[in-house]
């Protein structure tokens, strides 16, 4: 990437050089045909002219004269402007040379980094066929084109799923509080699910009638409008609403180890403390910070330190105390909180879908350039990646086990076995080691013991 933005830095250097050059050539031209104008202009204004070129063939006998040196001045105005013209094209014709050979450098180095577009042959252009081919028999865009060719993607992975889709919409643009964008994508996600059920009678059990959805939908919007509010309030700097949703739930938020209380509380009390309120602050600290003293003495210590700062908070050594950072992860956490005390996932389906995509593309597209270029397939024909493709903890949701020995993934089939030795393997593994006999001793891949069948443990 380094490379192709150091040719990027070069190619605007060139483009702008080439700019002022050309204006320079531009303007010497200009200023020598000006001049050549003014000549011919005197001259005409004069008669010389007119009068040379009628006595022509008289001023070649008798070798010159006034008409004669008129005409020869025009003459070599004329030539003069013409050198020049010549001269610019030639110069400019080279400083645009310059530039295209640092725009051809430029294009080599993004196509050594994100490989070459449709029509340019080789591996890329011929997986661009066969993918285009396959996504609909070559009716797309020429982008459409590169971007099969680059990614391996799958045109119809959401086809019969566009309900899902747009209820995932729907359901983000609520959690970000955009009500009337995310009511009229469920508008129209029911108008276009009642025309596809049109005249069928068949309902499944999971679908949701009409009330039901509507309930569903504003039970939803309620939910996060409250959300919303607090987290205004919050960023205004009032706590009152935030830290009474809290106390109300502190039995919940205490079983899951949450401290969002005793947070909310302590930025009440540095407001407090912020504004010179020392003696509210201090009755405020004997009311609340009682009930958090067994699991939080340090920082209570530390708050009650700042009563000696008072108003001056912001050049004190409790400063940290109030940083933006430390609010907007007040902020976040409220958020996290409130919606697993709804039941609701902390992130919308969505977001967690970008932040996986975003963070696994980089390695799938590098991946699939490699298998294109070696083995000439796509990477989606064998079934499985071959490679592992690393995310954030945040977004694993469950562990997925990986054989040892066969490379393949753990199912309900295939589950994970413990041997005696304590290595895991999956179960066809397992009956292969054994050689389809459970009885049968046989020694693990990966130490010297040796074991069977039996003793292994699902």
Known sequence: MEAAIKEHDKLVARQGACARRSQDYLDA?????????????????SGDVAEAVASDSAMEVDGGGGEGDAAAVCTAGLGRAL?????????????????HAATSRFGKAVERRFGRGEGSG???????????????????TAADAWTAATYAWDAGAFDGKEALVRRGVWEHLVRLGRFAAAEAIRREAAAAAAAATAGSASVTKADLTAEEEEAEAAAARSQFSKLHTVLEELRAGRVEAAATWARERRAELEARGSDLEFR????????????????????YAR???GHFRALHMKEIQRLMGSL????????????????????????GQFAREFCRTQGRSSESGVAQATAAGVSALPTLAKMAGILRARAGVEWTAEGELPVE??????LRFHSVFACPVSKDLGTDTNPPYMMACGHVVCKESLLRLGKGNNATRFKCPYCPSESTGQQAVR
């Open 29 to 45: 031209l200009l200023g020598e045909l000006a001049t050549a104008r003014a000549t011919i202009a005197e001259k005409a204004s």
């Open 122 to 140: 080789g591996a890329a252009g011929a997986a661009s066929g066969s993918t285009t081919a396959a996504a609909g028999g070559g009716g797309g």
């Open 308 to 331: 000696v700062y008072a108003r001056r908070l912001p050049r004190s050594p409790y400063r940290d105390l109030t940083s933006a950072p430390r609010q907007q992860a007040l902020e």
């Open 264 to 283: 909310l509380v302590s930025l009440r009390f540095l407001a407090m403390v912020a504004d010179g309120r020392s003696d509210e602050a201090l009755a």
């Open 83 to 99: 050198s020049a013209a010549r001269r610019a094209h030639e110069r400019i014709n080279e400083a645009h040379g310059e530039v």
């Open 287 to 289: 009311t609340e910070f």
């Open 389 to 394: 493709v690393g995310l954030p903890d945040r």
